[in-house]
């Protein structure tokens, strides 16, 4: 098993460029999440799902937009690029959030860099 | 939120010695965990306790629980250089409802 896949690893971008920062897993895993990590501030809620078709918004959802099409696959978009979002994303999944035993996997991070 | 506090915020021993790790809490859980994470990687799950636990051990790790005073520590006994990471404590209410990470606490191991 691959695990939890992140792409890019990097990327920079320019003030109000969107793009989409891509996370899949393998592991036929129900809950996927997106966090952001910045220096001092640990991580952050981004986005969550609870399966295919549902998303839910976390602690810092403003300028973020996800969807959940499949079991695998859980995009994070952002769709006009601040300097604010400078940070780095990670994205984990688990079993089911409400499993009693939930650990989260984590992908890689993608550090990104908005100018 | 119930976001976990974890303290202190940066901790440095000497290899050999013992490293103890606190979260404090705000609000009811069903779980909580702890993380590492070495730098510029993801995090990894460490252990998980449940809210009807009070204590859990994995090899060098030690984790207590005390409910009444919703905070938890992470014990590492006999610490390593390879233990140098950043340590993080997650909480959840159950059901749906998301995990919440504290800050961190950052651990330096000397050799």
């Known amino acids: 098993n691959a695990g939890v896949t992140q792409t890019p690893k990097f990327q920079v971008l320019k003030t109000g460029q969107s793009m989409t920062l891509q996370c899949a897993q393998d592991?036929?895993?129900?809950?996927m999440s997106w966090y952001r990590q910045d220096p001092g501030m640990g991580l952050r809620l981004i986005h969550y799902?609870?399966?295919?078709?549902?998303?839910d918004q976390g602690e810092v959802p403003n300028g973020y937009n996800v969807s959940r099409s499949t079991t695998e696959d859980f995009p994070l978009r952002l769709l006009s690029a601040a300097p604010s979002q400078t940070s780095v994303y990670f994205c984990?999944?688990?079993?089911?959030?409400?499993?009693?035993?939930?650990?989260?996997?984590f992908g890689p991070g993608t550090r990104l860099t908005v100018l | 939120s119930q976001q976990g506090e974890e303290d202190p915020q940066a901790l440095s021993i000497q290899e050999g010695e013992n490293a103890t790790m606190n979260c404090s809490y705000k609000?009811?859980?069903?779980?909580l965990q702890w993380y590492r994470q070495n730098s510029g990687r993801g995090l990894v799950h460490l252990i998980l306790?449940?809210?009807?636990?009070r204590e859990k051990h994995s090899g060098r790790l030690r984790v207590t629980l005390d409910t009444s005073k919703k905070s938890s520590s992470l014990l590492i006994t006999a610490s390593r250089a390879a233990d140098t990471a950043s340590y993080f404590c997650?909480?959840?209410?159950?059901?749906?409802?998301?995990?919440?990470f504290g800050k961190g606490t950052r651990l330096s191991v000397i050799a």
């Open positions: 984990a999944s688990s079993e089911s959030s409400g499993a009693i035993y939930n650990e989260q996997f």
């Open positions: 592991m036929n895993h129900e809950y």
């Open positions: 799902s609870v399966g295919a078709g549902i998303t």
């Open positions: 609000t009811s859980i069903n779980n």
């Open positions: 306790i449940r809210s009807n636990e």
């Open positions: 997650a909480t959840d209410a159950g059901g749906n409802t998301p995990l919440v």
